[in-house]
T-cell receptor, first 114, second 113 residues
Framework: DSGVTQTPKHLITATGQRVTLRCSPR?????VYWYQQSLDQGLQFLIQ???????AKGNILERFSAQQFPDLHSELNLSSLELGDSALYFC?????????????FGPGTRLTVL | DAKTTQPNSMESNEEEPVHLPCNHS???????IHWYRQLPSQGPEYVIH???SNVNNRMASLAIAEDRKSSTLILHRATLRDAAVYYC??????????????FGKGTHLIIQP
């Protein structure tokens, strides 16, 4: 158990819909990362937040957005969903977000878009 | 990110040592070498990281070449639980911190009983 929690575990929705994925980091971790894992693209970094502020952006689509709240939990919002958005979404947390930091990953949310 | 190259797959026997290689010939002086693994149906898991010197922890050892252009993750006594995809990742210093991890395809490690 990494200490990072993600809800829900599974989500099934239809194209065009909007969903919100939630992540609670490990106690004391200030940095939260979101990743997408699909069969064709592998594991891709989407976005990073540090202490409530956006710090880095990866391959995140404009239809996707995220935020980190004062209690440090984070939400990833996916809108206008397409079939290709079906994937595993992982959240990770680390103490500061530096290059020597260890990232701890949650169990993931499996999103299926029908 | 500097690029890493790993074999697609490797096979080993249970209770034997496993040496997983990683080439990173374009590594810069401030890049850290990280290893993560992903067990089936789980999120990635940190294994070990280092900068210049060899590193040991309870999970594995990391041997870094003197020129830092390659490294080897060593599992001293593989168990069936070590069957996973192993990712070698370089992280660089970008002033304000580091971006997310850039995962390649990794090495699929198969452990035979």
């Amino acid at each position: 158990d990494s200490g990072v929690t993600q809800t829900p575990k599974h989500l099934i929705t239809a194209t065009g819909q909007r969903v919100t994925l939630r992540c609670s980091p490990r106690s004391g971790d200030l940095s939260v990362y979101w990743y997408q894992q699909s069969l064709d693209q592998g594991l891709q970094f989407l976005i990073q937040y540090y202490n409530g502020e956006e710090r880095a952006k990866g391959n995140i689509l404009e239809r996707f957005s995220a935020q980190q709240f004062p209690d440090l939990h984070s939400e990833l919002n996916l809108s206008s969903l397409e079939l290709g958005d079906s994937a595993l979404y992982f959240c990770a947390s680390s103490v500061e977000g530096g290059q020597a930091d260890t990232q701890y990953f949650g169990p993931g949310t499996r999103l299926t878009v029908l | 990110d500097a690029k890493t190259t790993q074999p697609n797959s490797m096979e080993s026997n249970e209770e034997e040592p496993v040496h997983l290689p990683c080439n990173h010939s374009t590594i810069s002086g401030t890049d850290y070498i990280h290893w993560y693994r992903q067990l089936p149906s789980q999120g990635p898991e940190y294994v070990i990281h280092g900068l210049t010197s060899n590193v040991n922890n309870r999970m594995a050892s990391l041997a870094i070449a003197e020129d830092r252009k390659s490294s080897t993750l060593i599992l001293h006594r593989a168990t069936l639980r070590d069957a996973a995809v192993y990712y070698c990742i370089l992280r660089w210093y970008s002033g304000g911190g580091a971006d997310g991890l850039t995962f390649g395809k990794g090495t699929h490690l198969i452990i035979q009983p």
